[in-house]
């Protein structure tokens, strides 16, 4: 079974810039989180998805960023415009369900200048 | 507020030693899952405990849930340099997504 693919794996760019990361989760996997962990720290839940509808988008910082899960499979998360305090990897997973495992990708290390 | 706080921080240990690291909380979680991730990559799950006073056995790694399921703890026997990594804690609180601690950076030197 393939795992949660990402890309890219590394992104430098100036803050005040616009940054894009894909996501393409576990086949059949219903569920799919993004995730941000700064440097130290735990991951932080930024939106989960159930197949194309937003089910928890409290801790987005709308103001700068964006997801979107169209067709109920690939995801995108847009950052814009980014900040210094935006630095850190973003994480995809996707699970079966809510409550279920998670089954993580590798992770977008983002550094903003 | 941190719903799962997780100690030691950090733990640097010898090949061979034992080593418990904990996950605590003031809130009630129906289950945890203890994953491990290694430097460049996502976490990968170890196990989900899911009965209060639950024993699991992962080869030389032993995760106990607490009775109240406000705590797990995580013990890991003649420690090895692949055992190096951060280890998560998670728990659904209610119907929420998985909320994670911060985890304990262990790294086990040769």
């Known amino acids: 079974e393939a795992g949660v693919a990402q890309s890219p794996r590394y992104k430098i760019i100036e803050k005040r810039q616009s940054v894009a990361f894909w996501c393409n989760p576990i086949s059949g996997h219903a569920t799919l989180y993004w995730y941000q962990q700064i440097l130290g720290q735990g991951p932080k839940l930024l939106i989960q998805f159930q197949n194309n509808g937003v089910v928890d988008d409290s801790q987005l910082p709308k103001d700068r960023f964006s997801a979107e899960r169209l067709k109920g499979v690939d995801s995108t998360l847009k950052i814009q415009p980014a900040k210094l305090e935006d630095s850190a990897v973003y994480l995809c997973?996707?699970?079966?369900?809510?409550?279920?495992?998670?089954?993580f990708g590798p992770g977008t290390r983002l550094l903003v200048l | 507020t941190q719903l799962l706080e997780q100690s030691p921080q950090f733990l640097s240990i010898q090949e061979g030693e034992n080593l418990t690291v904990y996950c605590n909380s003031s809130s009630v979680f129906s289950s945890l899952q203890w994953y491990r991730q290694e430097p460049g990559e996502g976490p990968v799950l170890l196990v989900t405990v899911v009965t209060g006073g639950e024993v699991k056995k992962l080869k030389r790694l032993t995760f106990q849930f607490g009775d109240a399921r406000k705590d797990s703890s995580l013990h890991i026997t003649a420690a090895q340099p692949g055992d190096t990594g951060l280890y998560l804690c998670a728990g659904p609180l209610g119907n929420t997504p998985l909320v994670f601690g911060k985890g304990t950076r262990l790294s086990v030197i040769a």
């Open positions: 997973a996707s699970s079966l369900g809510q409550g279920s495992p998670l089954g």
